[in-house]
């Protein structure tokens, strides 16, 4: 279960970060939306490994 988990919570971060990229493209909006939705999928994306890692 855990390892669904992060693998669910890797896809999102993985995902996310583009099509937040692209929505600043087309709509924009303030700068400090990227660097902290940035951080944001960094955290996401190193829980998601810390849960696939941890085994069963």
Do not use: D, N, W
Request: include cysteine; proline fraction near 4%.
């Amino acid at each position: 279960m855990k390892q669904t988990v992060g693998l669910l919570m890797q896809l999102a971060a993985l995902s996310m970060l583009p099509a937040i990229i692209i929505f600043q493209l087309f709509y924009g909006f303030r700068l400090i939306v990227m660097p902290i939705s940035l951080l944001a999928g960094i955290c996401v994306f190193s829980i998601g490994t810390m849960l696939r890692e941890s085994g069963s």
